[in-house]
């Protein structure tokens, strides 16, 4: 890929805006955890043992959809969302299915408010992958049940070099 | 009547038989496409199957591919249930030959409201 | 938490009577919520004396209101099939042959709610008509200021749109805005929203060829359904059609119309003479 000086990559915050975030992630609650559930926008102190669910998007805008909350949250949601159908005792498998879902549905609906066409990957499910471009987030703060749940729309790039910068010594171009 | 409930996700196969078993359907389960073709082929005859797009081995737009090829399952009710969500995927996936297209996320209601245009909820379930 | 069980299971049951919608228990919560704001317009304080208030105080815009505002995302598209299927497998037909090739046809959307109702009609004549947003007329109306205006907008959201639409439709007729669906300017273009009370003397409007009238007569008492019946006749074509709600009938209030069996639904169209 040729970099020219100057060119610039579309940045999320240029592509989707909160409003549309925040109603993809309210609309997911409501028919996954149960219509009375809401989730507040508000800012919140995620704790420090927590665990990720992201999806990737691949297209004119390539990065991730990553939903982080507390490992206890992540439990109370999979609890939530199975209903009726939940065990007794929840295992890993069973929550990181969950949050992978629920990852996955709001990824689904991020992607096709971007332009495309993209394509979605399979949900993962751990430690959430490092912001690359602070510029290129889009990051939600909720809290569901009083607890803290945030969603990261991130770019999987690293930022462009600006066009004062020369790499090559010489000047030479790529 | 009989539904193969076809999910990469154990949580979304669970609420979706639960939802069709509400609706008075028995159902059975498969984690990919490829998965649900061997089901099919071990001669489980479903009525309906609901299928995820996106999955491992088989993804749900190749499934409906390859059943459209047979004859053989024809009388199949097709149902796409997911995320992808673009106009260009919803006719993507009619043109496959998917009868119908429920976005997720869905309610149960939606679920039952898309089955009843199909003339697909088993007698005797109130609207 | 300020409603009573017993004021819960009341408006469940006004719930599933105007509705048909079951809400179970354990949405108290939902109730409290969504009647909060219901109460506050009123002057009470909490949703535990909006509901005494209407109990003992039966007001059918209240009601209305209440049902309202626990059914948004309920409402669904081609709401029990036949009667809109009727449109251009029946009456659509039936209307064209005894109209004249430039007369406009009108198609009245009586409760037109946030407006699923009105572009379903829309959508099935664009596709059995040629020409149908120059040949079609929908005037779509409602006793809520908010709800006509949701109606004008034509657009709806992922959760509202996957109520019964079928999706060969969906990507006919709408476009993706953001995460919401639009509504095609042509569709737009055939329906006009305004506000209506039906309970009152109506502004002078049609004539139409076609009344959805469906699930509102069941708010009011029999004179003024009479009232309503009566008024929504003076505004139709002698030989129109009107469709009422799955469990409504004239049978028992106005004497004046035919029922006319439509697959397996019932439209009821003027007595001749009467």
């Known amino acids: 890929m040729t970099l020219v000086p100057g060119s610039t990559r579309p940045v999320i915050t240029a592509l989707i805006d909160p409003a549309t975030v925040e109603a993809i992630a309210g609309e997911t609650w409501i028919a996954l955890v149960g219509d009375d559930e809401v989730i507040v926008p508000a800012p919140g102190d995620l704790p420090a043992d927590t665990l990720s669910a992201w999806v990737d998007i691949t297209g004119p805008w390539t990065g991730s959809v990553v939903l982080t909350t507390g490992r206890q949250t992540a439990a109370d949601l999979t609890r939530a969302l199975l209903g009726e159908a939940a065990p007794e005792l929840l295992d890993h498998e069973d929550v990181a299915d969950a949050i992978g879902e629920i990852a996955n549905v709001v990824g689904g609906n991020v992607k096709a408010a971007l332009p495309g066409p993209s394509t979605l990957g399979l949900p993962e499910v751990g430690q959430a992958p490092a912001v690359r471009d602070p510029d290129d987030v889009c990051r939600l703060d909720v809290l569901w049940r009083g607890r803290p749940l945030v969603v990261s729309i991130q770019g999987t790039l690293p930022p462009l070099p600006t066009p004062h910068e020369h790499p090559y010594p010489n000047g030479a171009s790529l | ?127 | 938490m300020t409603l009573t069980a017993t004021g819960f299971d009341w408006v469940r049951q006004l719930v599933h009577r105007e509705s048909a919608i079951v809400l179970s228990p354990g949405k108290e919560y939902l109730v409290e919520a969504r009647l909060l704001p219901i109460a506050r317009s009123m002057g009470l304080s909490d949703v535990g004396r909006l509901v005494d208030s209407v109990r003992t105080r039966p007001s059918s815009e209240a009601t209305r209101r209440i049902v309202e505002a626990l059914t948004t995302n309920e409402t669904s598209w081609f709401r029990d099939g036949d009667p809109f299927t009727a449109l251009p497998s029946t009456v659509l037909p039936s209307l064209l042959a005894t109209r004249g090739p430039t007369e406009r046809l009108r198609i009245w959307s009586a409760a037109c709610s946030s407006g699923q109702e009105a572009y379903t009609i829309a959508m099935l004549l664009e596709d059995a008509l040629p020409g149908a947003s120059t040949r079609v007329a929908i005037t779509a109306t409602d006793l809520s200021r908010e709800m006509v205006e949701r109606t004008r907008a034509g657009r709806f959201s992922q959760l509202e749109v996957n109520r019964g639409l079928p999706a060969a439709m969906l990507v006919r007729h709408f476009t993706r805005a953001g995460n919401e669906w639009q509504v095609s300017p042509d569709l737009r273009r055939m329906v006009t929203a305004s506000e209506c009370n039906l309970a009152a003397p109506l502004p002078r409007m049609g004539p139409f060829d076609v009344v959805y009238l469906r699930n509102v007569l069941i708010y009011f008492d029999l004179p003024t359904k009479q009232a309503i019946l009566r008024r929504v006749r003076a505004l139709m074509r002698p030989d129109g059609w009107l469709f009422l709600g799955a469990a409504e009938t004239t049978l028992g209030v106005d004497d004046t119309w035919e029922r006319v069996v439509v697959g397996r639904s019932s439209a009821y169209r003027p007595l001749k003479g009467a």
Not at chain 2, 19 to 33: I, M
């Open chain 2, 1 to 127: 009547m009989r539904a193969l409930v076809i999910d990469d996700s154990r949580a979304m196969r669970r609420i979706v038989s639960t939802a069709l078993e509400g609706f008075g359907y028995e159902t059975r389960q498969a984690g990919h496409g490829q998965g649900a073709l061997d089901v099919l082929q071990e001669g489980y005859a479903p009525d309906l199957c609901t299928i995820d797009w996106n999955m491992p081995v088989m993804d749900g737009l190749q499934f409906v591919s390859v059943v459209r090829a047979n004859p053989a399952w024809r009388a199949l009710t097709l149902v796409m249930v997911t995320s992808e969500s673009e106009q260009g995927q919803i006719v993507r996936a009619l043109a496959a030959g998917a009868h119908e297209y429920v976005i997720k996320p869905f309610t149960p209601d939606a679920l039952r409201d898309k089955l009843a245009l199909l003339g697909m909820l088993p007698q005797g379930v109130a609207l």
